[in-house]
C-alpha cells in the first residue's frame, strides 16, 4: 500500500520538491519487505518433511497413555481386593485366608506395580510434552531396567518351556507353585464344602461351567466334611453330573440315577484343577500376546525418549554454538 501510494505521480511530484530522495528511501525499503513477504508462499509439509522427534513425542506420548490405564487398572485390583468382603468367597476356594500376611503382600504388590506404572507414565508424559531432558532421562533409566527384567524373564519362560530341566530353580517353583494350588483346593473340597453355603455355591458354580468334580476328581468327596455331615445317599454332589441345562436356576442332572451309578458320561470324571490347569494352557497364546504387546509399547517408549532426548541435545548444542559466534562476528 506505502509502496503504491509512493509510486503515484501526483504524490511523486509533491514529495519531489520539498523532501530529498534519501529521506523517502526506507520508505521505499519497507514497502518493497511488504511486497515480497506477500508474494511469498509458505508449502505445507509433507508426510516426509515432519520432524522425526514430532512423530516420536506423539508415539511417546500414545505409549505412556495406554501405561497409565494399565497401572489404574492394577493399583484398582489391589484396592478391590483389601476392599470389598465378596472377595473372600473366591479365595476360600483356595483356602486362602483374606486376613493373612501372604494375601496382603499380593494385595500391597499389585497396588505397588501400579502406582509404579502410574509414575513411570507420568514421566514419560510430561517429559514428552515439556521436552525436559531430566524428566526423559529418568524415564529411560525406568523404562530401561524393565525392559531388561522382561526380556530376560521371557527367556527363562521360554527355556523352561522347551526344556523342564533346562534351568532346575525355575521348574522346581512352578512344580511346587502346582502341588501347592492342588492341595489347596482339595483341603477347600474335603474340609470346607456344604451346599447351602456362600463356599459351597461357588464351587456348585465352578463345576457347572468347567465341566468337573471336586478339586483331583470325585473321590475329594469321599470322607470329606459334606460326606460326614450331611450324610448324603450319593458319593458326590448333583454338580458333578452332566446337566440338563447349565442355564436353568435349579441345574437338573440329565440322569441322576446313572450319574450316581458311575456310568461313564454321565457324570465328570475330570477334576477341576486338571480344568484350570487346562483352560489357561488353552489360553496362553492370548495371555503371551498380551505380554508381548506390553513389551512392544515398552520398546516403543523407549526409542521415541531417546529420539527426543537426542534431537533435544543436537539442536541446543547448534543453538549455543551460533549464540557463542554472534559476539566474535561482531
Same mark, same amino acid.
Given at each position: 500500500m ?15 520538491? /520539498?523532501?530529498?530522495?534519501?529521506v523517502l528511501?526506507? &520508505?521505499?525499503?519497507?514497502a ?12 505445507p509439509?509433507?508426510?516426509g518433511?515432519? /520432524?522425526?522427534s514430532?512423530?516420536?513425542r506423539?508415539?511417546?506420548i ?13 493399583s484398582?485390583v ?9 472377595i ?11 486376613s ?6 499380593i ?6 506395580v501400579g502406582?509404579?506404572?502410574?509414575l ?9 510434552v ?6 526423559l532421562?529418568?524415564?529411560?533409566i525406568?523404562v530401561g531396567?524393565?525392559t ?5 524373564l ?10 523342564a ?10 512344580s511346587?507353585?502346582?502341588d501347592k494350588l492342588?492341595?489347596?483346593?482339595k483341603?477347600?473340597v474335603?474340609?470346607h ?6 463356599l459351597?455355591?461357588?464351587w ?6 468347567l465341566?468337573c ?10 470322607n470329606?466334611r459334606?460326606t460326614n ?6 458319593d ?8 440338563m ?6 441345574p437338573? /442332572?440329565s ?7 458311575g456310568?461313564a458320561g454321565?457324570?465328570?470324571e ?15 497364546m ?9 513389551? &512392544?509399547?515398552e520398546v516403543?517408549?523407549?526409542v521415541s525418549?531417546?529420539i527426543?532426548?537426542?534431537?533435544g541435545?543436537?539442536?541446543k ?10 559476539p566474535?562476528?561482531?
Amino acid at each position: 500500500m506505502i509502496y503504491s501510494f509512493y509510486q503515484n505521480e501526483r504524490c511523486s511530484r509533491v514529495f519531489s520538491a /520539498p523532501f530529498p530522495v534519501g529521506v523517502l528511501a526506507p &520508505v521505499q525499503t519497507i514497502a518493497d519487505q511488504i511486497a515480497a513477504l506477500s508474494k511469498k508462499k509458505e508449502k505445507p509439509l509433507e508426510i516426509g518433511q515432519i /520432524p522425526m522427534s514430532a512423530c516420536a513425542r506423539s508415539f511417546l506420548i500414545l505409549s505412556n497413555i495406554i501405561f497409565l490405564i494399565v497401572g489404574g487398572g492394577l493399583s484398582g485390583v489391589g484396592v478391590w481386593m483389601m476392599t470389598d468382603p465378596k472377595i473372600e468367597t473366591y479365595f476360600d476356594i483356595l483356602n486362602v485366608d483374606q486376613s493373612s500376611s501372604s494375601f496382603k503382600r499380593i494385595c500391597y504388590a499389585l497396588l505397588a506395580v501400579g502406582i509404579f506404572a502410574l509414575l513411570v507414565a507420568f514421566l514419560g508424559c510430561c517429559g514428552a510434552v515439556q521436552k525436559s531432558k531430566c524428566l526423559l532421562t529418568l524415564f529411560l533409566i525406568l523404562v530401561g531396567v524393565i525392559t531388561v527384567m522382561e526380556a530376560g524373564l521371557g527367556v527363562m519362560v521360554v527355556v523352561s518351556k522347551d526344556s523342564a530341566t533346562a534351568i532346575p530353580v525355575l521348574s522346581a517353583l512352578m512344580s511346587d507353585m502346582q502341588d501347592k494350588l492342588r492341595t489347596q483346593l482339595k483341603q477347600s473340597v474335603t474340609e470346607h464344602y456344604l451346599p447351602d453355603t456362600l463356599l459351597g455355591t461357588t464351587w456348585d458354580n465352578v463345576q457347572i461351567e468347567l465341566e468337573c468334580c471336586g478339586a483331583t476328581g470325585p473321590e475329594d468327596y469321599k470322607n470329606s466334611r459334606w460326606t460326614n455331615e450331611t450324610r448324603p445317599e450319593t458319593d458326590y454332589p448333583d454338580t458333578c453330573c452332566v446337566l440338563m441345562s447349565k442355564e436353568a436356576a435349579v441345574p437338573e /442332572p440329565s440322569n441322576k440315577l446313572l450319574c450316581h451309578f458311575g456310568t461313564a458320561g454321565f457324570y465328570f470324571e475330570t477334576g477341576c484343577y486338571d480344568k484350570m490347569i487346562g483352560w489357561f494352557q488353552d489360553n496362553s497364546m492370548y495371555i503371551i500376546a498380551s505380554a508381548g504387546a506390553v513389551f &512392544v509399547i515398552e520398546v516403543v517408549g523407549f526409542v521415541s525418549a531417546f529420539i527426543i532426548c537426542k534431537n533435544g541435545i543436537k539442536k541446543k548444542s547448534k543453538e549455543s554454538r551460533q549464540q557463542s559466534a554472534k559476539p566474535a562476528e561482531r
